[in-house]
């Protein structure tokens, strides 16, 4: 069965450093990825999603994610986080057209930005 | 921009109550889905839906059933609340027509079963 597995269910990073947030997927085929973000008391907002077309991926709010089929990974990095980064990461994956939209989610990680 | 509504942001229901949470998108996707969110546990799917009165199971799906009569509107059914089903319920559309396309969240219902 597929899975996604964060690493690290608790971030913490100061101001301006990088903000790396780990994400490995399980799967027999590539899957098709994301990474969502939700602010406290909101629900899931898309921040970059993986189409195999370029495995570097650039999103919102200057996060990127690379694609590494070798290491089964789509790590979320930003070079410099800012106090508005505050908030919980869910990497998912999809399996594609046989299973069209339906998600499978890590169990996030929540980012702390400390001044 | 594609909105997902959900009808309430808080709930508070009694153990056995008959709880119906409601959502509507207003971009005719042909995809809706509910998960539970719960922490450490990420988002869970209960049920799915891709076309008006299907209806698919999701990994949790014991306790809830699920009504799409029309396609822009997907509800949530707890027959019978109990305490262990208060959590944050999040409703999400998607188009059908592309398997890469992103999911759309609403804001979310905070269910407390007392």
């Known amino acids: 069965a597929q899975s996604v597995t964060q690493l690290g269910s608790h971030v913490s990073v100061s101001e301006g450093a990088l903000v790396l947030l780990r994400c490995n997927y399980s799967?027999?085929?590539?899957?098709?990825l994301f990474w969502y973000v939700q602010y406290p008391n909101q629900g899931l907002q898309l921040l970059l999603k993986y189409t195999s077309a370029a495995t570097l991926v650039k999103g919102i709010n200057g996060f990127e994610a690379e694609f590494k089929k070798s290491e089964t990974s789509f790590h979320l990095t930003k070079p410099s986080a800012h106090m508005s980064d505050a908030a919980e990461y869910f990497c998912a994956a999809g399996k594609g057209r046989g299973a069209t939209n339906k998600l499978i989610f890590g169990t996030g990680t929540l980012l702390a930005v400390q001044p | 921009d594609v909105k997902v509504t959900q009808s309430s942001r808080y709930l508070v229901k009694r153990t056995g109550e008959k709880v119906f949470l409601e959502c509507v998108q207003d971009?005719?996707?042909?995809?809706m889905f509910w998960y539970r969110q719960d922490p450490g546990l990420g988002l869970r799917l209960i049920y799915f839906?891709?076309?008006?009165?299907?209806?698919e199971k999701g990994d949790i799906p014991e306790g809830y059933s699920v009504s799409r009569e029309k396609k822009e509107r997907f509800s949530l059914i707890l027959e019978s609340a109990s305490t262990n089903q208060t959590s944050m319920y999040l409703c999400?559309?998607?188009?059908?027509?592309?398997?890469?396309?992103?999911?759309?969240f609403g804001n979310g219902t905070r269910l407390t079963v007392t």
């Open positions: 799967s027999s085929v590539p899957p098709y």
């Open positions: 839906s891709y076309d008006v009165k299907m209806k």
């Open positions: 971009m005719d996707h042909e995809n």
């Open positions: 999400a559309s998607g188009a059908g027509s592309s398997y890469n396309s992103p999911l759309h």
